[in-house]
């Protein structure tokens, strides 16, 4: 059935557990098909490294809880195994505020509220003489025990853990019922939070896999108990399948966290001792990118080494199986909420076999050590709508692509990689000159900064870019991080107007001057109408160009609109030839 590595927090060691199954899999000659939770780039790299195959971002904010599921079940139809990796800790998402559907409550509150009463009704005010004041000397009294005495467990006392009482029962007002004073203002919409949505959880949740979690123990021995037991209580509609104790010291340590953990009866799965050796090295935005990594077949060879020893394989293998129902806890192997989709799923989306291969045009695609965090189905979805993508390097070649009708700059690390890029001066003048031409042209964040007129690095040097935005791509120790909710502000190559999509930010440097003509007006995700909206991304001469990434999973109509810009553009051919 696969499986899903969650963390209980970032650092935890996912990543480090999940390319060490990985890479043993492949040892064996297994085919296996990995998946990552969320917006990252940079992992997926690691797992197509070693798998051999494009690993697929799962995150219902940049697509759909729907595409989360069929984009998962479509691709594990062909292999043997599959594993899920997870993002940030196992519970970790964003707060989601959503509307109880066709719930308004009252437009007064139904007790104990201001209502003035109608003509004719009778005044049951605390003042007054009536049968239900409590200051009254009557059978109601709340001295006198009766079933309208707050001091009573009846149905209408405040103090009572009844329907209506604010401090108890199944009405309380944590639930924002429709007695409860502390409920929402009398006649509005009612909304409740989810937490964590988009969360390694919520993904377990949607495709009914079993959790296995990876606690760090390098500062804990029998707190790792706690740990492991609040995991596994929050929510009783996860599976969990065991642990994998990471950053164990010793024996004597191992053994005071096994001897903790036994009581919960949760089965651990993997134990891995501490070991420099096998840590994969970072920089400001993450870890550093496979492709820059000489040695990486190396430590490869090292995580698969130690993985063949620390897991429990007997167990692991039928959980891993991607037709499996084997893992999990207790009686019901599937505990998760939501169905999966129809096995009868095409290997396309449904928008793109209506469109079928119609554009028959050639997209130039930087692919380098500057530019590389690319979503894999935005390219696979490119290639069904008709296009042939021509990889090339704006760092390396001497020579710009020929016969091409638009450009794709992802993002990456510009910045690490600024001298270079500056002092290939014969592609930025020829990039320049192509976008001057008319090219359809769309840029994410890397690919945004490499189109302005400078770069500025962490060291202050300055490096000249292509030029076709006026501003200076300036780097900081600021991170801005996160999704958000954006519209449409005009037309550009991707876009119409008014539309809206999702997107997520993730970069350490700001622009000098901003777009007068925004593309978008730009929120943080679950924050429209309550923070300022912020203009963002640039439109200029069929440029499309923002910090924004952007995942098209459930937007084909993006890529088929750019694509159709392409096919319109009139410059076919004008650039030379490819050497």
């Keep these: 059935m696969a499986l899903v590595i969650a963390g209980e927090r970032s650092g935890a060691g996912k990543t480090t557990v999940t390319i060490a199954l990985l890479a043993y899999l492949i040892r064996r000659g297994l085919n296996v098909q990995s998946f990552k939770v969320g ?9 197509a490294y070693v798998t051999g195959r494009p690993c697929r971002n ?16 479509r691709h594990i139809q062909d292999v043997d195994f599959a594993l899920v990796e997870g993002v940030m800790g196992l519970f970790d998402g964003v707060s989601r505020r ?58 209408n006392c405040p103090q009572a853990g009844s329907n209506n009482c604010p401090q108890g029962g ?51 021995s029998g707190s790792v108990a706690a740990i492991a037991h609040g995991f596994r209580s929050f929510d009783k509609n996860l599976n969990f399948a065991g642990l994998v104790l990471n950053r164990v010291a010793s024996d004597r340590h191992l053994e005071l966290l096994t001897d903790a953990l036994e009581p919960l009866n949760l089965p651990v799965l993997g134990v891995l001792r501490r070991d420099e050796a096998v840590t994969i ?39 891993l199986a991607a037709t499996s129902d084997e893992g999990g806890e207790g009686p019901e192997q599937l ?22 291969k119609q554009f028959g045009v050639r997209i130039a695609v930087a692919r380098d050590r500057a530019f590389n965090f690319y979503y ?28 091409v009708q638009g450009l794709y700059f992802g993002g990456g690390f510009p910045e690490v990689f600024a001298k270079e890029l500056s002092g290939n001066v014969v592609i930025r003048e020829a990039v320049k000159s192509a976008i001057a031409a008319g090219m359809p042209t769309y840029a994410e964040c890397g690919g945004l900064m490499y189109l302005c007129d400078s770069i ?70 679950g924050k429209r109408g309550e923070v300022e909206q912020v203009g963002e991304g640039w439109g200029v001469n069929g440029v499309h160009a923002s910090y924004l990434h952007l995942h098209w999973g459930a937007r084909p109509d993006i890529p088929a609109r750019f694509l159709q810009r392409c096919a319109e553009f009139e410059g076919k051919g004008v650039l030379g030839d490819r050497a």
């Design 376 to 403: 894999q189905d935005n390219l696979d979805l490119l290639e069904e709508l008709g296009a042939q993508l021509v990889f090339w390097s704006p760092v390396d070649d001497a020579v710009f692509p020929d016969n």
């Design 281 to 319: 090295p970072d920089r400001h935005l993450g870890l550093i990118p496979a492709e820059e990594l000489p040695h990486l077949h190396d430590a490869i060879d090292k995580l698969a080494d130690l993985a063949a020893v620390a897991f429990d394989w007997e167990k692991l293998l039928p959980m």
């Design 170 to 220: 199944n009405n309380s007002h944590q639930a924002g019922n429709n007695n409860c004073p502390l409920s929402p203002p009398w006649g509005e919409e009612e909304f409740n939070y989810d937490f964590s949505f988009a969360s390694t959880a919520h993904v377990a949740s949607l495709l009914n896999l079993p959790v296995l979690l990876v606690i760090d123990c390098s500062r804990l």
């Design 456 to 525: 500025v690095d962490f060291d202050g040097n300055s490096w000249e870019g292509v030029g076709v935005l006026p501003s200076t791509a300036e780097m900081g120790k600021r991170l801005t991080l996160g999704y958000r909710e954006t519209v449409a502000l005009r037309d550009s190559s991707v876009l119409s107007s008014g539309d809206g999509v999702c997107g997520h930010e993730f970069h350490r440097s700001h622009l000098t001057v901003e777009p007068s003509d925004p593309v978008y007006h730009s929120w943080r995700y």
């Design 58 to 73: 799962l995150d219902a904010i940049l697509t759909s809880e729907s595409y989360v599921q069929k984009c998962f079940y």
């Design 98 to 155: 959503k509307k109880e559907e066709g719930r308004r409550t009252p437009p007064y509150p139904p007790q104990g509220g201001k209502k003035k009463p109608l003509q004719g009704e009778k005044n049951n005010s605390h003042q007054g003489g009536s049968n239900n004041c409590p200051q009254a000397g009557s059978n109601n009294c709340p001295q006198a025990g009766s079933n309208n005495c707050p001091q009573a467990g009846n149905n």
């Design 39 to 47: 917006p990252d780039y940079i992992d997926p790299m690691f797992h």
């Design 335 to 356: 505990l998760g909420r939501y169905s999966l989709p129809s096995p009868s799923i095409t290997k396309k989306n449904d928008y793109v076999n209506s469109l079928g």
